[in-house]
């Protein structure tokens, strides 16, 4: 099992930044990548970013070029800079760590941070 800690979040301006940031404990060992999703109001949770353990970063197209996904294996954290927000990046942001092992991969999330942008 990896719980996750998630902190930051709040209201925004648009056109302002926030940094949002997640701690993983437990099995930490098993964790391949963490990453950040969200979900809108009436919308389905989508991808936000992932990093890997190798440092592979994955960006969805809506966030590219104004969010930054980083992570710190040792202290087994990722965190994700934001800046440009717009009025349609409101959503709830979770936290998520992949894991594997030999028989089995596994998706835990955090309980969720609001982010409020404001036009």
């Known amino acids: 099992q990896v719980q996750l800690v998630e902190s930051g979040g709040g209201l925004v301006q648009a056109g302002g930044s926030m940094r949002l940031s997640c701690a993983a404990s437990g099995n930490t060992r098993s964790i391949t990548a963490m990453g950040w999703y969200r979900r809108a109001p009436g919308k389905e949770r989508e991808l936000v970013a992932t990093i890997s353990i190798g440092g592979k970063v994955v960006l969805a197209d809506s966030v590219k070029g104004r969010f930054t996904i980083s992570g710190d294996n040792v202290k087994n954290t990722v965190s994700l800079e934001s800046n440009s927000l717009k009025p349609e990046d409101t959503a709830v942001y979770y936290c998520?760590?992949?894991?594997?092992?030999?028989?089995?991969?596994?998706?835990?999330w955090g309980q969720g941070t609001h982010v409020t942008v404001s036009s």
């Open positions: 998520a760590a992949f894991t594997a092992s030999d028989h089995e991969r596994q998706t835990f």
